[in-house]
């Protein structure tokens, strides 16, 4: 019974002195409060729009014809293009997409509406500039469509010759169309599509790093034998009591950012906010024990520290919201299940994006509740550290 | 007489201390562990990693189920082909939605393409005048799938179409006049600079680019901040008699990070992109002139941010984090028409900004000099205005360090003479 009381004490004292700790020094409250909610902002005021619209590009019409006119009309009225030149030659509007002014252009040869009267089927062409990803293929999806419509338009001349009315012509003129139905995301929001995971990317990168930095600069300024004093010796009271006062405010960033992306900014959850929230609070002890990891590895707050920031940049790219797991090379396949984020983003996806059940998820869950686990085998090696590692600056 | 040969000798004085200090810092880079890894390993190992993820580029056969209400000649027509795409691979038919969904829930599929049962009817009947409709349901987990998928079902209709009018045209006419009534304006589509539309040619030279970069102001910060720690007074510049100039201090540092990052900066600027073939059409004299305002703005920059730090390692805690949002910032993830006014602002104070959309031209779309003009002058101008507060930053830091040691001579003699009063009236 005593002992239960001294050890209730211990984490107490522990507790306490970590919180007084945390306001210390200004480098914890940047780094737990300043710096998450900077991203949160930014990132999602970056991608308030959605999707970017009104990418600028060029115009080269050799045919100098109504009908080009007006197929650069239409091509203008396109949410994605907005015709900012209209250049002289096809070399002159390859430069002004070298020097950056453009993301693409239209190209109308000589001759054209001449040659489609004759009916010599001429050739349109657009470029695209592809370095940059998204502007090049909305780009491409809106030119591909206003070159079909040239030649539909070409066709529904002569359909209407024949006396087709308008509402007739379009099963001539497009027999089999596709109806997409984007699943959860249907504005095809970027926003929606890289926030939803960013943001607890961020949140993540900075819980590693605090993690760290909190048993490391313990280390590195010999306190380390002291805390474990208070924490009664037990590796388990001293750790536990420490990281609880960040587990607390990294949970109520995390409860901030969901509020903010769901409650706010609306984004869908079609799950219940709960199980989000419960995913976030699963996520934030994930990256918790794999900082505990990282500086039990490498007892040294740099190494550590780098570790941290490694892992956490690499995160952004292995865990496939950006470029999909399932194109990567296999060993990459494997390498990202030691990623946290993969996993909260795959639970991201099964609950607030497509509301499945929360038993589809299982295994990202248990992905999560296995990083948590990590620090039992670590604590041994870490309390050694503790006690034994002298920092070599 | 005598002045020109004290000026000579400052001068002289004045190259010797930068070497000094140039000599000191590079044994500091290879010596120091940290900076060791941010200046030599990261930039070594990093670049590969990256470009190791993304080297597939594209993404090839998104498993999808095909539901076909219709069973007839056309739709598997339809869904055969779309199977022969190289994007789409169709790894079930299934009866009904409900099944199709639930093989989308256990993440074995990642859409659903449906063809209702009156597909067929609404082709054949040519006087019902009714369009076939089908449709595509996607899992926006990845928006690689939803483009995979849709492109590839519009292209197969759009070939399907061209077939249907032709058969529709009732063979009247030769093959070459149907061929016209159907397609009466062809066209071509060219993907510039990146043919395959390919990821790791997209964002592998922007992430470059950033690298180098934030390994320097890493690098330099964990100096700075070691400094900081190891100086008697918690000051940046150290107690020493090579340190008393400003210029001395920013030449001697900036020559020796310069030259690790000239080495840096060709590996991974010239040797990844050929390693991983991603696209390097850069002209050499054109990369090299940019390259030096670009690393000149880095360490500049770096220097100048790096009297934040106070203690070695928390620069990485400062500025790690912020390669996400510069790496957005610069215009390449997401297209600099899309950035707002406020944010495109912020993002010139980062010579990263500037770099990378430099860099992307000149390597993926051989751009020249006069091209990029406006980012070339715009780096020189950060070179200035960072070298400008760096000097400034500098002697205000030599000159707080001067004055710390004044205070403790100050203090150690008056301790000192009351020491000695207090001995002479024991005495």
Not at chain 1, 131 to 140: K, M, N, R, W
Not at chain 1, 177 to 203: A, C, E, K, R
Not at chain 2, 270 to 286: D, E, G, K, S, Y
Request: charged share 15%.
């Amino acid at each position: 019974m005593k002992n239960k009381s001294t050890q209730y004490k211990a984490f107490r004292q522990v507790f306490f002195r970590e919180c007084i700790r945390l306001v210390s020094k200004p480098i914890y409250m940047f780094g737990i409060i300043v710096a998450p909610l900077f991203c949160y902002v930014f990132f999602t005021t970056l991608m308030s729009a959605g999707m970017p619209s009104n990418f600028p590009v060029g115009f080269v019409d050799m045919d100098h014809s109504k009908a080009a006119r007006t197929l650069a009309r239409n091509l203008d009225s396109f949410q994605e293009t907005k015709i900012i030149a209209h250049y002289p030659t096809a070399a002159d509007a390859t430069q002004a997409m070298q020097s950056g002014r453009i993301y693409g252009f239209y190209y109308i040869p000589h001759n054209t509406s001449v040659n489609v009267y004759g009916q010599r089927q001429p050739r349109l062409s657009f470029y695209t500039n592809n370095s940059i990803l998204v502007a090049g293929s909305l780009l491409f999806k809106d030119f591909k469509l206003m070159s079909e419509l040239a030649s539909a338009y070409a066709t529904r001349e002569v359909l209407y010759g024949h006396g087709i009315t308008e509402k007739q012509s379009l099963p001539l003129l497009q027999p089999i169309t596709v109806d997409p139905h984007p699943i959860g995301n249907p504005w095809i929001n970027y926003s929606i599509y890289l926030n939803n995971t960013m943001v607890p990317g961020i949140l993540m990168i900075l819980i590693f790093m605090m993690t760290v930095y909190v048993i490391g600069v313990e280390i590195k300024d010999r306190t380390a034998r002291d805390w474990l004093h208070l924490g009664n010796n037990s590796i388990w009271i001293s750790l536990y009591a420490k990281l609880l006062p960040q587990t607390i405010l990294f949970t109520i960033m995390g409860i901030l950012y969901n509020v903010y992306l769901y409650g706010y900014l609306h984004f869908p959850c079609n799950s219940s906010i709960m199980s989000m929230l419960f995913a976030t609070f699963c996520f934030v002890l994930a990256c918790q024990s794999m900082g505990v990891v990282m500086i039990g590895t490498l007892p040294t707050l740099r190494f550590g520290l780098s570790f941290a920031t490694l892992w956490g940049v690499v995160s952004f790219s292995i865990s496939g919201f950006t470029y999909p797991v399932m194109a990567m090379h296999p060993s990459l396949q494997a390498l990202s299940n030691l990623f946290p984020l993969r996993h909260y983003f795959l639970i991201y996806v099964d609950q607030a994006l497509n509301g499945y059940p929360m038993l589809y998820s299982w295994r990202s869950y248990l992905a999560l509740l296995l990083f948590m686990m990590l620090p039992f085998f670590i604590a041994h090696r870490l309390k050694s550290a503790l006690i034994f590692y002298k920092y070599i600056p | 007489m005598e002045d020109s040969q004290k000026f000579g000798k400052r001068v002289f004085g004045g190259f010797r201390d930068v070497f000094y200090i140039w000599k000191r810092e590079m044994k500091k880079s290879f010596y120091d562990q940290g900076v060791f890894i941010f200046f030599i390993l990261v930039p070594l190992g990093y670049p590969l990693l990256y470009s190791f993820i993304y080297t597939n580029e594209v993404v090839r056969e998104v498993p999808v189920v095909a539901l076909d209400e219709s069973h007839t000649l056309l739709s598997r027509e339809f869904l055969r082909k779309v199977d022969a795409t190289p994007d789409v691979k169709i790894i079930a038919y299934s009866n009904d939605m409900a099944d199709a969904r639930q093989s989308m829930r256990e993440h074995k599929s990642y859409g659903i393409i449906r063809i209702p049962s009156d597909f067929s009817d609404n082709i054949n009947n040519i006087n019902a005048f009714q369009q076939a409709h089908v449709s595509i349901y996607c899992d926006m987990e990845s928006m690689f799938y939803y483009k995979c998928m849709y492109s590839s079902c519009t292209d197969v209709s759009l070939e399907m179409n061209k077939a249907i009018k032709i058969q529709r045209a009732g063979n009247t006419t030769t093959n070459r006049e149907e061929e016209i009534s159907t397609y009466p304006i062809e066209y071509t589509n060219v993907a510039l600079f990146n043919p395959t539309s390919g990821f790791a040619s997209f964002l592998i030279p922007a992430v470059l680019m950033l690298i180098l970069q934030q390994t320097l102001v890493l690098g330099i910060g964990l100096s700075a901040g070691t400094a900081v720690e190891t100086n008697r007074f918690r000051d940046l510049v150290p107690i020493n008699r090579h340190y008393h100039g400003t210029l001395r201090i920013v030449f001697g540092k900036t020559l020796a990070y310069f030259m690790i990052y000239l080495v840096a900066s060709m590996w991974v600027l010239l040797a990844v992109p050929r390693i991983f073939n991603l696209n390097h059409l850069a002209q050499a004299p054109t990369l090299i002139l940019f390259i030096i305002p670009y690393l000149l703005a880095c360490i500049f920059f770096a220097m100048a941010v790096s009297v934040l730090v106070r203690s070695r390692e928390n620069c990485m805690i400062l500025f790690a984090f912020f390669s996400i949002p510069m790496l957005f910032m610069s215009g390449i993830s997401w297209p600099g028409s899309g950035i707002p006014t406020f944010w495109r602002i912020i993002s010139y104070i980062f010579p990263s900004t500037f770099g990378i959309n430099g860099f992307v031209r000149i390597n993926n779309l051989s751009a020249n000099l006069f091209e990029i003009q406006w980012e070339y002058h715009a780096l020189w101008l950060q070179t200035g205005i960072y070298f400008f507060i760096t000097c400034v930053v500098y002697r205000w830091q030599i000159l707080t360090s001067r004055k710390h040691v004044i205070e403790h001579y100050k203090e150690m003699k008056s301790q000192h003479q009351t020491q000695q009063a207090i001995e002479s009236t024991q005495i």
